[in-house]
C-alpha cells in the first residue's frame, strides 16, 4: 500500500546522476570540475587515442624502412593456370577459347575492381586456349605455348 504514497516514488532513469555546471549549489558549478584553462578545460578537449602524454610517439621514435609504390596494385589480378585447368576441367572453358578480362569475371577468377590480369606458371595447363592478359611470367607463356595455346600481352 505504501508504493502508492510519495515515499514510493523512484526518479527517473538517468535523473540521479548528478548534472555538471549547473550553479554553485550543486556541487559542480563554476568550472564544472574541469579546473582552470588548458587543454583539458576547453570544448572539444579530447585527445587521439595514440596521445603518449607528450613524449616523443612510437610512429616518430621507430626509423622509417622499405618503400612503399604509389602504383595502385589493388586492380591487379592474378591468375595460375592451374585454375584456368580446373574450369577447362568442368566445362566452363573449351579448347582454343578466347579468355580474356571479361570472360574471367564472368566466372568469377577475377574480382569485380580488376581492371588488367597477371597471367602465372603455377600448376599445369593441358587444353589450348588464347589468353589476352595485362602481364604474364615467362614461364606461363611458355606452358600455354606447350600446351597449343597462344598468350598475348594487352
Known sequence: ???FGLGGLKARHGIDRKA????I?????KTSSYGHKGGKARSGRGKVKWFEGGQMPIYRRLPKRGFVSRQDKSCI????????QKLC???VLSANQEVNLDVLKSVN?????????????KGELKTPLNITVGYA????????EAAGG?????
Open 77 to 84: 589480378g592474378c591468375v595460375n593456370l592451374v585454375d584456368l
Open 137 to 144: 611470367s615467362d614461364a606461363a607463356s611458355r606452358a600455354v
Open 1 to 3: 500500500m505504501s508504493d
Open 20 to 23: 555538471l555546471g549547473r550553479g
Open 109 to 121: 577468377i577475377v574480382r569485380k575492381g580488376v581492371c588488367t590480369v597477371r597471367l602465372l606458371a
Open 150 to 154: 597462344k598468350v598475348q600481352i594487352a
Open 89 to 91: 576441367d568442368a566445362n
Open 25 to 29: 549549489g550543486s556541487g559542480c558549478g
